[in-house]
């Protein structure tokens, strides 16, 4: 087999998740059970970091990664989805797995493959975690695929367990409630593995209290713990955080390389996990963790994170796709100085689209458009449900007949804003 052959073979055969949805969730570990079995438990080979929670749980990821990696630790770093190229979706010190082990794990494991019918995402985890074991990592940042409890992922022991956030993201798999959302993420959560949560929002933190109290472990509350005092951008255009609590570097010299002033809530997160994870990895110096902070989009191949694609106009393209993640966005939109704002904008349809066009901006002129994917709106349907909330725009067939479009119209002073989905952004990255 090819590397394209083994792609289209992993995409059509195995139906993935963030194509097709609901339709491709498996919401029990008996297949994940069954290969973890047959690869001889390689998860237990390495150490591990499990990371889950509605939105920022990538960037929180990519940063634990990159401050691992630069302490000196040979560290895998397993997320989803990826943007281009499925090997982004498992890497170690920021490289990707070569074609050919892809290409390889699909050959050798068809029969089981075959007996066991394993979902798309069930087999990348068994590949993630078989590629780990046999690289040898020492850690293995593992990002949650969907939820928690019953995510192939949590099969892990991890050293510890992190959750960013919660918000109300596919209501119709994990439950129409932050309750009932933080039940599935708390799942991570396992006895004598301390736990961080990133924002202890009062409507849904009794969910992880009682959960840690269930298990017997620690759960430490990174908002509670850390606050950010101020913040701004330095001559080399990274963010700084001025940071007041108990921390391993000085409180003024946190600068991170990921763009959007949402990154505060991540860095947080991070810095109270780094305080966890010093006395189990003692090569994490404050100088590592500076280092790591200041290149971890560099290092790690993060993109999509309100990344600067061009200037003049100015364009930016950002991945967040719920009510959260576009709040966020919206926020930092007005933050960004512009003339006018052009919005190439794609929707997937089994997201909260309302909650999110009830959130955009109506002085911006829209380009609606639709990503490559099945479960993407047609960018007619977005159009007609966004006229509702006094959003003006036309269609276009793909996103970049959109993004072109938007680029030409657009002036020097002006602001090109591409997202509403992951694979509007990945199309243009």
Request: proline letters at 4%.
């Amino acid at each position: 087999m090819t590397y394209q052959e083994t792609l289209d073979y992993l995409f059509s055969q195995l139906p993935m998740f963030q194509r097709l949805g609901k339709a491709a969730y498996k919401a029990d570990l008996v297949n994940t059970l069954a290969l973890d079995e047959h690869f001889n438990h390689s998860h237990r080979q390495f150490k591990s970091i499990h990371v889950a929670g509605t939105n920022g749980k990538g960037s929180t990821s990519h940063m634990l990664a990159a401050v691992l990696s630069q302490a000196g630790y040979r560290v895998g770093l397993y997320t989803s989805p990826h943007l281009k190229d499925f090997r982004e979706r498992i890497k170690i010190n920021g490289q990707p797995i070569p074609e050919e082990e892809v290409v390889l794990f699909v050959e050798n494991n068809k029969a089981i493959f075959k007996q066991i019918r394993p979902s798309f995402f069930e087999m990348t985890v068994a590949l993630a975690f078989d590629y780990f074991a046999r690289e040898k990592v020492d850690v293995a940042v593992v990002e949650v695929g969907l939820g928690g409890r019953l995510d192939s992922t949590n099969i892990i022991t991890p050293e510890l367990s992190v959750i960013t956030n919660i918000g109300l993201d596919h209501t119709d798999l994990l439950g129409d409630t932050l309750e009932k959302i933080a039940f599935e993420k708390a799942g991570i959560i396992k006895p004598n593995v301390p736990a961080v949560l990133g924002e202890s929002n009062p409507a849904y933190l009794h969910v992880f209290t009682t959960k840690a109290k269930e298990v017997g472990t620690s759960l430490i509350l990174a908002d509670r713990m850390l606050t950010v005092e101020d913040h701004g951008f330095s001559s080399n255009g990274r963010q700084w955080f001025r940071i007041n609590g108990p921390l391993l570097v000085a409180r003024d010299q946190v600068e991170i390389d990921l763009g959007g002033a949402y990154q505060e809530h991540n860095i947080l997160t991070v810095l109270a996990a780094i305080q966890i994870l010093v006395d189990r990895f003692p090569r994490v110096s404050p100088a590592a963790v500076l280092q790591g902070l200041s290149s971890a989009a560099q290092n790690t191949g993060l993109k999509g994170r309100w990344q600067i694609l061009g200037i003049n106009p100015l364009v930016v393209c950002d991945t967040g796709h719920n009510v959260d993640g576009i709040g966020y966005v919206v926020k930092q939109l007005e933050l960004t100085p512009h003339r006018k704002l052009h919005f190439v904008l794609g929707m997937v349809s089994d997201k909260d689209v309302r909650g999110v066009l009830g959130l955009l901006p109506k002085s911006a002129t829209y380009y609606f458009t639709k990503a490559s994917i099945p479960r993407a709106m047609s960018e007619t349907t977005l159009k007609e449900l966004a006229s509702g909330f006094d959003l003006i725009g036309a269609c276009y067939p793909n996103v970049l007949e959109a993004f072109n479009a938007a680029k030409i119209n657009a002036e020097p002073n002006d602001l090109v804003f591409i997202g509403g989905s992951t694979f509007v952004v990945a199309e243009v990255v």
